[in-house]
């Protein structure tokens, strides 16, 4: 009996020792407290990847006409807001300062089908006006703050695009006939965003991002027909970057 009592006890008291050992932080045989931490995740260096995202304009077409032989010189404002899919690449540098700020410079380019038309009437003419972008681009400073693998920031920078437009007469008097005028035109301007970075594993970097791109205006005269582009973007961009 009371080998059986001595045995439960023992039994007992070796899993109270374990379970006490489990649940204690390492203490040494000098008395200070060990704890076993992962070493913080470091954004430093260079990085490169691809994006995906959705875009569209908030963009003014205003047309105008003065051409001798019209009664009437029209004027006729439109808002071709296009729209579409884009897609492209990106690349940067990030260095890490004091208390988590990070600091970092990045290039992207992208493409994609964002386009739109919009017609209306002024006078004796219907009037159709289009744009078209080609392609999109940014050179940009990032503000970031590094909390481990997560990193909130901030961006601003010079954005650029290739920009097509026309505007053009469907129907006219038999004096005038037809007018028309079209260009293609690199436009530059700026950018400001903020995004999310994530590191998931120690080199591939997961991103999503809302930008707003203003380009300006751009006027382009003709002999019977002038007229000028206002063009803005707000663009959504998720992507996926490896780390080096």
Same mark, same amino acid.
């Given at each position: 009996m009371k080998i059986k009592a001595i045995i439960a006890v023992s039994a007992l008291a070796v899993a109270a020792a374990t379970n006490a050992e489990a649940a204690d932080p390492y203490v040494s045989?000098?008395?200070?407290? +060990?704890?076993?931490?992962?070493?913080? $995740?470091?954004? +430093?260096? $260079?990085?490169?990847?691809?994006? @995906?995202?959705?875009?569209?304009?908030?963009?003014?077409?205003?047309?105008?006409?003065?051409?001798?032989?019209?009664?009437?010189? $029209?004027?006729?404002?439109?808002?071709?807001?296009?729209?579409? $899919? @884009?897609?492209?690449?990106y690349a940067g540098y990030n260095f890490t300062l004091t208390n988590n700020l990070l600091l970092g410079a990045e290039t992207d380019w992208v493409w994609g089908d964002i386009k739109e038309q919009e017609s209306g009437t002024r006078d004796k003419y219907d009037i159709n006006a289009a744009l078209k972008e080609k392609w999109a681009g940014a050179t940009r400073a990032r503000l970031g703050f590094a909390a481990d693998r997560w990193l909130p920031y901030v961006a601003l920078g010079v954005a650029y695009t290739k920009v097509s437009s026309n505007v053009n007469t469907k129907t006219a008097n038999a004096t005038v006939g037809k007018l028309s005028g079209s260009d293609s035109d690199t436009l530059t301007g700026w950018t400001l965003g903020a995004g999310l970075d994530y590191a998931m594993?120690? +080199? @591939?970097?997961?991103r999503a991002e809302y930008r707003y791109n203003d380009y300006g205006d751009k006027s382009y005269g003709h002999e019977n027909l002038g007229y000028k582009v206002d063009y803005k973007t707000n663009d959504i961009r998720v992507g996926v970057a490896y780390k080096f």
């Open positions: 045989q000098y008395g200070s407290t +060990n704890y076993a931490m992962a070493p913080a $995740f470091s954004w +430093n260096g $260079f990085y490169v990847g691809g994006q @995906i995202g959705k875009s569209w304009s908030s963009s003014t077409v205003h047309s105008y006409s003065d051409h001798l032989d019209l009664k009437d010189s $029209f004027t006729k404002s439109f808002s071709p807001d296009a729209n579409g $899919f @884009i897609g492209g690449l594993g120690d +080199n @591939i970097i997961l």
